[in-house]
């Protein structure tokens, strides 16, 4: 992420802190039209400081709020509440891996994942697990994971997982990469790897994850640090006091698309992934 578009975003996270501390005692104190007026004035001062993936969203809610103002109470506590909870991913937004040049001086190497070491084909995991109908399937041939999420029920992802025949030793390794990169709405659309290691499989529905894109659509090659991966979640909540990835016992592998970024169909190929040394 460029420097003026960190500083864009951190003035944006500003306002929405300003927009909080004056929308949420207003909402807590019965002002529900003041709280929606204030959440919708910052929402139109922050909407081009924030990335295009989180962009989309903002501007819908914007939209949807003044064609549908119908000037009762119950639609002014929806539009609080919508425009709260896409301050709240804006907040959390972090930015994502994105290809890069490789120099001779870092002396990186690859190692590609093998059919055999990832275990055949992957598992999919949606948001049916909470009522949700987003889609997802993988196309071993061409790499190519697609689908589409859906907001339906409070769901919005769409994953597939690799389990380990046997638990993957990757010391030796400095993280992941992805080689031929190409996905939809290159701009917009961010999407995730998601790992596992002996820890997370000691807690219910815990993993790690580093977001990833190609808005240049270039053909770098993709370097994601297992440093990335210095926080447990549990179904997409920090686990603070977390122990970071241990690439020493790691069982599980998987893509994710996963709401706000991604919402309708979507599609990620690549021609390699693998470990780089």
Known sequence: MAPSATEDLNRAKERISQAISVGAPAYNAGEIELCAKVYREAAREI??????????????????????????????DAKAWALRRAFDSIIDYRPPFVPRDVTEEENVAFEPFTKTQLGGEPAGVMDGVMGGISSGGWMSKSNTFFGETSLANNGGFASLRWRFPNAQNWSHARGIYVKGLKH???????????????????????????????????????????????????????MVGSPALNPMHVTEIGLMAIK??????????FLEWGLYL
């Open 47 to 76: 909407a081009p400081l924030v990335p295009p993936a989180l962009r989309t969203k903002l501007l819908r809610e914007m939209e949807e709020g003044e064609n549908g103002a119908r000037g009762d109470s119950a639609n002014f």
């Open 184 to 238: 939809s709405r290159a701009e917009e659309h961010t999407f995730r790897i998601i790992l596992k290691d002996a820890s997370c499989e000691r807690v219910r529905l815990a993993n790690y994850k580093a977001t990833f894109a190609n808005p240049e659509r270039t053909d770098r090659p993709l370097l994601i640090p297992f440093s990335a991966f210095d926080q447990m979640e549990q179904m997409g909540r920090a």
């Open 260 to 269: 706000p970024t991604v919402v309708g169909e979507f599609q990620l190929e």
